[in-house]
């Protein structure tokens, strides 16, 4: 597919064309494999399944799993080497109803097929370079993806056991902090992100020292420009600027205004505030430093004067919105504020990152760590301010039984 990708880019091949080709090419296998499993499959799995742990009641309890669920699968399927060339059989084997598994395997097939060309086109003569790197990035991300549908089903399967497990966990933490009050959903959310962002930012760290992320800077350095024509530059420019000093000043000013009319701790979310600013400076400049001194890659002092690991520019930033989306959340009632605004301010991260990278003002690598890195500075200090309010509301006779 990459190389059908790379003769688009020639002119040999067209774009268009070349997918639906590609792509019926891709659904007859699957509508074959299908037929096979279907037709075969069962008897064989019935006469000699149990071999393979998979007698005739295994295969009818993961025939119901899959009829219901295994259709999502169907979609990122083939980003999984290994993975695609038996859910066709499989789909067969359990009678997944044929209609379903057209609709998912087809769109499946069409969807990886377009990526691939679109790919070897947008990277055109140096695919052959890059081509084992971007493969490896796509399975990750079709790994991914299937753990979080896998994990979506688990959670609908065992929601209540989870809820009633999740209930024990709370009363747990409040008998710890002594506290009468419940603790809220966003914090849990908090916490979740922030262990995450820790276990990232090992693996970043990681990959720094064994001088890991050329391939990634690269590829990264030659999607954007070639997505993102000069025609783009006016739009660039305004999002590059959402995350300058001037910006995030305004919104140190608003997040203080904000306390000051909703805040319930007033005190209290002012001092965190100036923890995450002051303190996030040093922890920015600290890790600079460090990394600096420990980089495998010898820098030129050009490099050293305007690129760093992690990016102090986006480590602020994702640190003053991130606080200031959590104080807007924490103390609006509205259940819409506190889905739509998560959202809007994520994107308004991801495409400041676009713009800086735009206009190469900092290394691929540099902009994610800023991120991940002012993340984890964020969630440990919101964890922090909510640990504060609940031992600042503690019942007296709870503190001294």
Known sequence: ???????????????????????????????????????????????????????????????????KHGNKLLIIAYFIPGVRHITGYFSGITRLPFRTYALFAYSGAFLWVTAFITLGKILGPQWEQ?????????????IIAAILIIAYFFIKKFKLKLIDASVRGLNLTLNIFHSRKRVGLLLGITTVLTVGLIILMIGMIQDFLGGEFTDFNEIVEMVVPLTFNQDWAGIMQ?????????????????????????????????????????????????????????????????D?????????QLLMTIVIYGFAVFLFIRHSRRVWVHTFVPIVALVLLVLIAIGRLYFQIELPSDVVAGYVFGGVWLGINILLLEILRILRTMDPDARHP
Not at 130 to 139: E, N
Not at 304 to 312: A, K, M, T
């Open 1 to 67: 597919m990459g190389y059908s990708g790379v003769l688009v880019y020639q002119g040999h091949l067209n774009w268009f064309v070349s997918i639906l080709t590609a792509g019926t090419g891709a659904c007859l296998g699957m509508t074959v494999s299908y037929w096979i499993g279907f037709k075969l499959g069962s008897p064989f799995f019935e006469k000699h399944g149990y071999r393979f742990h998979l007698g005739p009641e295994r295969i009818e309890k993961t025939s119901h799993w899959f009829s």
């Open 130 to 142: 890059f081509h084992s790197v971007i493969k490896k990035y796509l399975i990750i991300a079709g």
């Open 238 to 302: 305004v999002f590059s600027f959402m995350g300058s000093r001037q910006v995030q000043i305004t919104l140190i000013i608003f997040t203080l205004v904000w306390i000051s009319w909703r805040g319930r701790d007033r005190l209290l979310e002012c001092l965190s505030l100036g923890l995450v600013l002051c303190g996030g400076e040093l922890y920015e400049e600290m890790l600079r430093r460090i990394f600096h001194k420990l980089s495998p890659v010898n820098q030129s002092i050009m």
């Open 304 to 312: 050293q004067l305007f690129y760093s690991f992690p990016s102090e």
